[in-house]
């Protein structure tokens, strides 16, 4: 039995002030809603307010990026165990972070070790881009960053890791797929890649999220398939009303 779990990526939304206002309204619709696992991911600058705000919430609190090394000259850059002292959980190989500042399935490899050797939860995204969309290439795309992302891994930690599958088009566009199609590539695609890595046993324990214009509309479509364990949500995880309906209708 795989646990529910949704995830709200806030992406580089609000300032210190309104994460404060919102995460304290947040936590007070969410923390009613049991049987799913219910992570917030703001921006950098508000997790030390939201792990005060969020202590004893039964919310969890995720970083939406990491460097992979230790510590050193690397400016601007978190490294693991800075996101560790507040986080639980970090995202890893968002599309937008491959998209902007060039990180490959190399790059996400080298963060996921490091999330494994600090013992983080890492939520790992892969998904293909629209014109890859459109040319079919949605198997073979999803496959690679699949085995690549999550190479190396130990077996024992592999359960632990949530993997959220984001078809580029479908992010912050308001085209979410629908329900079979998503369900068809995490099934046909993304479970046999992580078969191949860990084993049958452990293909089937990990956690695989859908992401990609959900709302409180469209939600169920997507909970209701076998293979899709909750959701990784953008846009609809800074309303309160939408991302506690998504919450809830995850736990049903
Ligand atoms: P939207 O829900 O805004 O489409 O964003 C999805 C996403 O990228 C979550 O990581």
Redesign the pocket.
């Known amino acids: 039995m795989r646990k529910p779990f949704v995830a709200g990526?806030w992406k580089m939304n609000k300032t210190i002030a309104e994460a404060r206002d919102l995460i304290t309204k947040m936590s007070a619709e969410l923390r009613v809603i049991s049987d799913v696992e219910k992570v917030l991911c703001p921006p950098f600058m508000s997790l030390m307010d939201a792990f005060k705000l969020l202590e004893g919430s039964g919310i969890g609190l995720g970083a939406q990026n990491m460097h992979w090394e230790e510590k050193g000259a690397f400016t601007g850059e978190v490294s693991p165990a800075m996101v560790k002292e507040l986080c639980g959980y970090v995202?890893l190989g968002?599309?937008?972070r491959r998209a902007y500042f060039g990180e490959t399935d190399e790059i996400v490899n080298r963060k996921l070790i490091s999330a494994q050797s600090i013992d983080l939860t890492p939520i790992v995204?892969v998904g293909e881009t629209l014109d890859q969309y459109e040319s079919k290439l949605t198997r073979e795309v999803v496959s690679k960053q699949t085995s690549l992302s999550l190479r190396d891994v130990s077996p024992t930690f592999a359960p632990r890791i949530v993997v959220?599958y984001?078809p580029v088009w479908?992010?912050?566009?308001g085209k979410a797929s629908n329900g079979e199609e998503a369900n068809a590539v995490v099934k046909d695609v993304i479970r046999p890649a992580l078969a191949e890595l860990f084993g049958n046993e452990t293909s089937q324990a990990i956690r695989v999220l859908y992401?990609?214009?959900?709302t409180s509309s469209n939600a169920t479509e997507f909970f209701g398939q076998p293979d899709i364990d909750g959701a990784?949500?953008?846009?609809?995880s800074l309303k309160i009303d939408e991302f506690a309906a998504i919450t809830k209708a995850a736990a049903q």
């Not at 990784?232 to 609809?236: E, H, I, M």
């Open positions: 990526n995202i968002h599309s937008e995204c959220a984001e479908a992010i912050g566009t992401g990609g214009s959900v990784l949500v953008g846009g609809a």
